[in-house]
């Protein structure tokens, strides 16, 4: 974070007649331990921790003001801003802080594919000027302005991905980071609990272009039903893109699955015609190539260019990472799950060369009403992906379990981390491959620590 006026950034926040000064801030922080002379502390209550009972000790280790929902004792009223709502403070200082910079952004949202897309179109930018991104899951209203406030003076580009579970969020997200560009990567079903229904889902997503400014780039899937037939704003320029339809923007087309990714022929109406390959599988990722170029090439930058950079992007975290281990191979995909997500890693490994198929799937969380009938027809995608033995683990994924088996696949139901393990140790060989897919919640990656730790 830059230094910046504390008149500014309190600007819409701090009350009538709060004098800051000639203060400047460089740091706004929620954690107490990270308080330093000069900076603003954001009270956040909490279920473990209220922050509240911090903002004492962070003005006596120097803080400029402090941020909280109520008057606190041992705080005098011309150090606290008070605000009823700490994410709405966080946002309104993240405005006015992004307000003092112009980099080249991209805002990245989606029901599915979100921070892959965000990785890809970093890659694509990076090696055009100092870029930036969001970091782990920093979605939020609160995860935004804290990548808001990494834009320094150098920073050319920025690329930050937008979550939601409710109507509004997407909106507020992109009027504070006031995007270049936006990318929708397709309408899902997550939090369908909260949203109801698939066009209220898109709905959602569409808020992305309250923050976009006149003639601003939209990248959307020409694949998905749901954004073809929504109402775009007048002010947005839509930018197609599809896997295989040729009256798209930009298509790709002849797409093979290679055993270190995919390749394929990317159809570019206005700068032509290329050979790609990415280092990710599945055809999904190719569409997220897509979605990346798309964002890259409308913001003007050398076509080629920005295909060498998604060519060389990384995965983060345990999404579709690919591990080899003691002649087995092992697809970690255990970072989220759901039903679109779960019926593209079931399509790309059932393309995927080896011996045997294996599959270890759990729970996808956060469906609602939706989820009986999505664990069970998992299962029945399962049972049709080539996969030699699937084993479930959680309680929803009983259901999927079930439902292969009546197919006549061979399945297994763990019950812990520990029969998991013991299911993967006792059946797999070298040659065979491993994918292992659920939401977060589920904790996997504790099944993959026991088996890595004693495989033979």
């Known amino acids: 974070m830059e230094k910046i006026r504390a008149s500014i950034l309190l600007n819409g926040l701090a009350p009538e007649g709060f004098d800051a000064g000639d203060a400047e801030v460089s740091l706004v922080t929620t954690d107490s331990r990270e308080v330093r002379p000069g900076c603003i502390f954001v009270a956040f209550p909490g279920e473990k921790f209220d922050g509240h009972d911090f903002a004492a000790k962070a003005l006596e280790a120097g803080a400029f003001c402090v941020v909280v929902n109520h008057p606190v004792e041992g705080v005098p009223a011309e150090k606290a801003i008070l605000c009823p709502d700490s994410y709405h403070a966080m946002m309104v200082m993240g405005a006015n802080y992004r307000s003092q910079y112009h980099p080249k952004m991209v805002g990245v949202t989606g029901s599915v594919g979100k921070t892959t897309t965000k990785q890809m179109t970093y890659a694509a930018l990076a090696g055009f000027g100092e870029t930036i991104k969001t970091e782990g899951n920093q979605n939020n209203e609160l995860g935004m302005p804290r990548t808001m406030f990494r834009i320094g003076n150098e920073t050319e580009y920025a690329v930050v991905e937008m979550g939601m579970s409710h109507l509004g969020e997407i909106e507020r997200l992109s009027r504070c980071a006031r995007p270049d560009v936006g990318i929708i990567t397709c309408i899902g079903v997550s939090h369908i609990g909260n949203l109801g229904s698939q066009e209220n889902i898109c709905k959602a997503k569409l808020e992305i272009c309250n923050g976009l400014p006149e003639g601003a780039p939209l990248v959307l899937n020409g694949d998905d039903p749901f954004l073809r037939k929504a109402e775009l704003p007048e002010h947005v320029r839509p930018v197609w893109f599809s896997l295989g339809d040729e009256g798209a923007d930009v298509c790709a087309l002849s797409i093979q699955q290679e055993t270190d990714g995919m390749s394929f022929v990317l159809e570019d109406q206005e700068e032509g015609t290329f050979m790609v390959h990415i280092p990710a599988m599945g055809r999904h990722n190719v569409a997220n190539a897509l979605a990346a170029y798309c964002a890259a090439t409308r913001l003007g930058l050398n076509a ?81 992906s080539g996969i030699d033995t699937l084993i479930t683990y959680g309680e929803q994924a009983r259901r999927t379990a079930v439902v292969a088996a009546a197919k006549g696949l061979t399945t297994l139901h763990a019950n812990t981390y520990r029969e998991a393990a013991d299911a993967l140790l006792r059946l797999m060989q070298p040659g065979d491959a491993l994918l292992v897919k659920a939401s977060r919640g589920m904790a996997l990656e504790k099944v993959l620590e026991l088996f890595y730790k004693e495989q033979q």
Do not use: W
């Open 304 to 384: 080629r260019k920005v295909l060498r950079g998604i060519s060389n992007f990384e995965q983060t975290g345990m999404r579709q990472k690919m591990v080899h281990s003691k002649g087995v191979t092992v697809i970690e995909d255990c970072y989220n799950a759901n039903p679109d997500s779960m019926k593209a890693a079931l399509a790309m490994f059932k393309e995927f060369p080896c011996k045997r198929r294996f599959a270890l799937l759990g729970d996808m969380l956060e469906l609602g009403d939706l989820s009986r009938e999505a664990h069970e027809e998992v299962g029945r995608q399962a049972a049709e």
